[in-house]
């Protein structure tokens, strides 16, 4: 064999070697992206773009009419503040309602009532299968803007306002007393506490369940003492009023909230309730009958059997749903509800500061995303089984 | 624990880059330089026609009729160019161009005239190389609401709610209006124009704001346009106009006259109905103006009748107005677009 076959062997050896193939692999990746974040830097030189945050000292001149005060000559950065706390407001609400919804729906779709299992099956497939934008649209043009002038307004005992201009509500507002009536509600936390621990004591020295929640319900009497104990009333009831064209006093919630809110619900409850079902349905069937062989209810047996079970299922991909609405809220933007991405959109205009805003937005997103992330992570180490 | 920090990291290195990324578009200034511009009248001349740049989406101004014909406001005046060039107002070719392409089309020579609403601003003059010519329509950010509100001034919407599309100086020009006069009221901003309006035609808020043009344009839409009023207040500056491409001053000359020559038509009451009457006046600036005597039109370059032609094709000034932006039309009251003599800021420069 001559010297030249040889050292083609040799290459051609080396060119087959999956660990040289592997390193090749990698470094023409490293490369390429290095080379991609030079070009992307060169071109943001070449722009004349610089790399600041100063802007967000600057006065926004602009006004945000939803969530915390604002008003045009704060700066850019409360404005942003203003934005997440929107975003986490809806994000907040969203989960817990869509929890709720999403469980009781995904139960429904398992009852062996025919009506209450099919209505429950409708709703699951109308909604997740049209896309959540469509339905937000839908949800606020179709049916929030046909409500009622201010005008011609509902007005309910309370009273409670509902029009086109939002839901006004009645909303206790505490008055100069209520710094006395304060320790009061602390005692009640304090003496609510005493009360379970004390029924959970009982419970271990007498080996026999006892009720411990509604017990807890005594410690109201302390702020109710409290009431009439203060000079005057520590609480008066702010009622909402039409004063010229907006409503004065009370609480408020405004369509844009409302359509957010509910839209985003009912569209991750229909998902929440298809993910309840997978889990429940993954529980074997001898454990139901085994529990209602021992006589207990249909509701004990939800209760006490399934779900404790079916809940390591269902978590994992419960966190999933959790940040797609969190995501989600993002649409918020085309139906004017003054979310993060809204105000970050409105504030990246004004100041032309697009790299800055950008990473702006993606952290925030981000670090919501890992924290709801880490919390789950957290609630599914605590419900793992204890292996036996 | 040590795969999901790579995860964060390696989002975070990805979100870095793409935020690079989003850095605009390159500017125009890579594409080489026109070379067209020098001898773009010319080359008009040679061709037999105009290329006219319009708006094919804004009825009133620049509108694609159900007949597939271009009409409106700033077609007329694409029109009057054709018509003082080559003494026929059809030698026109429309090209509908959106509002980020506009400019780049004019610089590149695709179009030889741009006349679609575009406001004439100190950024766009210097940084994309082009020249307005004149200024055929003062606008500015304006407020529409009900009539039945009885509204006149900011003061009388004290509280109110009022919507805009965000994303533009309107919400800006919006907040100061209002905090300048130190009035109360809440604003509601959606992310397109037509959102905006459905919220406010369903009575979401008690007043919309945008240009007056925009305005008038979308309450032509409604379902009850007489009902709803364009406010007599204005909160921003927003002079459109024809423009050419940087350099062909020859052809922005006449593009400017015939701007003029209408207006001046106006003032000196030549119309298309007392045109004939008007070839025999004495007037002088009438006589100049038609070209009875003097060679106003020949030292343009054009026919010395170019201004009979125009009339002849469109009118003048006001006739242009009233048929788009007249009560028939759009009905936006002429306000700042009145001619001088009659308290407005609509003047020409002296033809002689």
């Known amino acids: 064999m001559s010297a030249i076959a040889v050292a083609r062997q040799r290459t051609l050896r080396v060119l087959r070697d999956e660990r040289f193939l592997r390193a090749l692999g990698q470094a023409v990746f490293a490369i390429a992206v290095v080379l991609f974040v030079a070009w992307c830097l060169s071109n943001y030189r070449d722009r004349g773009l610089t790399f600041t945050f100063r802007f967000l000292r600057e006065e926004a001149s602009f006004d945000l009419a939803e969530g915390m005060a604002f008003s045009p000559v704060d700066p850019y950065w409360k404005a942003f503040i203003v934005g997440l706390l929107n975003t986490i407001k809806v994000a907040f609400f969203g989960i817990i309602m869509a929890t709720i919804l999403g469980t009781v729906t995904g139960v429904a779709r398992l009852s062996r009532n025919w009506l209450i299992s099919n209505i429950a099956g409708v709703y699951i497939e109308i909604i997740r299968n049209t896309p959540v934008l469509v339905q937000l649209f839908f949800l606020y043009f179709a049916v929030i803007l046909k409500f009622p002038s201010l005008e011609d307004r509902i007005v309910l005992p309370g009273p409670i306002f509902i029009s086109i201009r939002g839901i006004n509500l009645t909303w206790p507002r505490p008055t100069e007393s209520f710094a006395y009536w304060l320790p009061f509600l602390i005692g009640a936390v304090i003496v609510a506490v005493g009360i379970y621990a004390w029924r959970v004591l009982l419970e271990r020295r007498t080996r026999r369940p006892v009720s411990r929640l509604p017990w807890t319900f005594i410690a109201l009497a302390v702020p109710l003492l409290g009431w009439f104990l203060v000079p005057g009333n520590p609480l008066y009831p702010d009622r909402p009023a039409v004063e010229g064209l907006k409503v004065v006093g009370g609480t408020s919630l405004s369509p844009e909230f409302a359509a957010i809110l509910f839209g985003l619900v009912i569209y991750t409850a229909a998902f929440i309730a298809e993910v309840v079902r997978a889990g429940i349905m993954a529980v074997p069937r001898g454990q139901t009958e085994a529990a209602r062989a021992q006589g207990f209810t249909e509701m004990q047996i939800l209760q006490l059997v399934i779900l404790p079970q079916a809940l390591r299922i269902i978590i994992p991909p419960l966190i999933s749903q959790y940040l797609n609405l969190t995501k989600n809220s993002s649409l918020a933007i085309a139906i004017a509800f003054l979310d993060l991405y809204a105000v970050s959109s409105t504030m990246l205009n004004q100041s032309g500061r697009v790299v800055e805003v950008f990473l702006m937005i993606m952290a925030a997103y981000l670090s919501m995303s890992l924290t709801i992330s880490v919390l789950m992570n957290y609630v599914n180490r605590r419900l793992a089984p204890v292996e036996r | ?352």
């Open chain 2, 1 to 352: 624990m040590k795969a999901r920090s790579w995860t964060i990291v390696s989002l975070l290195v990805l979100g870095a880059l793409l935020a690079a990324c989003a850095a605009p578009a390159p500017p125009a200034e890579e594409a080489p330089p026109p070379p067209v511009a020098a001898a773009r009248f010319q080359t008009i001349l040679d061709r037999g026609k105009i290329i006219c740049g319009c708006n094919a989406e804004l009825p009133g101004f620049g509108y694609l009729n159900p007949a597939g014909e271009f009409e409106g406001f700033d077609v007329d005046f694409c029109k009057a160019i054709a018509a003082a060039v080559f003494g026929d107002a059809n030698a026109v070719e429309y090209r509908p161009v959106t509002a980020p392409e506009r400019l780049p089309a004019l610089q590149t020579g695709e179009i030889d005239v741009l006349i679609r609403n575009t406001t004439w601003t100190l950024t766009r003059d210097t940084a994309n190389e082009v020249d307005w010519a004149a200024v055929t329509f003062y606008d500015g950010q304006g407020m529409m609401a009900p009539e039945a509100t009885g509204w006149k001034t900011f003061e009388d919407m004290e509280g109110a709610t009022v919507c805009s599309t965000t994303g533009t100086t309107t919400e800006m020009n919006l907040a100061d209006a209002f905090r300048s006069r130190g009035l109360d009221y809440t604003p509601l901003l959606f992310e397109k124009t037509q959102d905006t309006a459905t919220a406010y035609e369903e009575g979401r808020c008690d007043a919309q704001t945008s240009d007056k043009s925009q305005l008038a344009a979308l309450r032509s839409a409604m379902e009850h346009p007489e009902d709803h009023v364009i406010l007599d207040v204005t909160m921003s500056k927003e002079p459109l106009g024809p423009l050419t491409a940087h350099g062909d001053d020859k052809w922005n000359d006449v593009v400017r006259w015939v701007v003029w020559g209408m207006v001046q038509a106006e003032e000196s009451g030549v119309s298309s109905v007392s045109l004939d009457d008007m070839l025999e006046s004495d007037d002088p600036t009438v006589r100049r103006l038609l070209g009875v005597e003097g060679e106003m039109g020949t030292s343009l370059g054009i026919p010395n009748d170019w201004m009979v032609q125009v009339i002849r094709a469109v009118g003048n000034y006001g006739e242009v107005y009233v048929r788009w932006l007249g009560p028939a039309g759009l009905n936006i009251p002429r306000g700042p677009n009145e001619l001088w003599t009659n308290g407005g800021l609509i003047y020409a420069m002296a033809v002689r």
